[in-house]
């Protein structure tokens, strides 16, 4: 364990180092969200009925503005080499690797999420709401963003790759998230949808990591 938060603390210190980054996937996702009340007019029922897709779609999207450097940066200067040398074991490696990307973007997305909320003329009755659909979606988000981020690691056009790999697996946990939050809104109850995205979690983080592991072992032998 105490290799696996070095690591996770040096991958933390060096996205701190270009927060730059995080700051712009939180802008990204307040700006995007903020331009559909000018396209379907400020009605606020209109609103009230987009929000959710709104919101996990422009939090999909964000996540997706720092995935491609993932692995490109360690990739290009050796130290995934070096990653894979050591006794830590490669699943865990991927693992610590999406939590950063998690800490990095989904923790500020959740942060954020409120004044988008605010933006999209979201009852206050429904922020706990998203914010639990965000905070259940966005793990999947990480963890199949890094298998996308290994499986096009060293190609070509690899960011524009990485898109059209990973948007598809984001389908269900971002319709799962959307349809918690509506159902929460109109008194349905909103329980199946978010026990169905606490299923999809725990299989993307047994799965994941070792699908991540055999994408960067034949990138890097």
Known sequence: ????????????????????????????????GAIFPFAVGPEPERLKSISGGVALAMAA???????????????????????????LPLELVTVAKSLSH??????????????????????????????????????????LGGLGAALTLGARRGGVLLTFLVMPLYVPALILGAAGLDASLTGAGAGAHWLILGGLDVAALA??????AAALREVAP
């Open 61 to 87: 999207l964000a996540a997706l503005l720092s995935l491609d450097r993932l692995y490109q940066s360690d990739h290009e200067d050796g130290s995934l080499d070096q990653i894979l040398l050591s006794p």
């Open 102 to 143: 998690w800490l990095l973007t989904g923790l500020p997305l959740l942060l954020a999420a409120p004044v988008l909320a605010m933006m999209l003329k979201l009852p206050p009755e429904g922020h706990i709401p998203l914010l639990l659909s965000l905070a259940l979606s966005t793990p999947i988000l990480s963890l």
């Open 207 to 212: 799965l994941c990591p070792w699908a991540t």
């Open 1 to 32: 364990m105490s290799a696996f938060v070095a690591l996770l603390r040096r991958d933390l210190r060096l996205g701190l180092r270009q927060g730059i980054d995080a700051l712009v996937v939180v802008l990204f996702f307040l700006v995007a």
